[in-house]
């Protein structure tokens, strides 16, 4: 699978739209920086429910840049207004 942008780097907060996932998918935080990662970037990584309510499930920061979704499901990510420019892209 080619590498997509989910969510654009921009600052302050923003949900990407939904992202239907079928198979195990790397996503990763992204900044215009290049890959270092400044410490107050962050998304929140959240699963939709069968009644469309929105669960947190994670979260990508400069800790925890990148990470393997394995499940099945529709996600959505949310970007913290923290005033770091930051997105993010699946591989």
């Known amino acids: 699978m080619a ?7 921009a600052s302050g ?3 990407s739209e939904d992202v239907t996932i079928t198979e195990p ?3 990763c ?3 215009a920086g290049g890959p270092e990662i400044s410490d107050r970037a962050g998304v929140i990584i959240l699963l939709k429910s069968d009644d469309d309510a929105y669960f947190k499930i994670g979260a990508l920061s ?3 840049p ?3 979704i394995a499940g099945a499901g529709t996600y959505r990510f949310d970007r913290i207004a923290n005033g770091v420019a ?3 892209f699946r591989a």
């Open 13 to 15: 907060e923003a949900s």
């Open 29 to 31: 935080l992204k900044d």
């Open 86 to 88: 930051c997105g993010v």
């Open 25 to 27: 998918v790397t996503v």
């Open 3 to 9: 590498a997509a942008e989910i969510l654009p780097v």
């Open 66 to 68: 990148s990470l393997i």
């Open 62 to 64: 400069a800790r925890t």
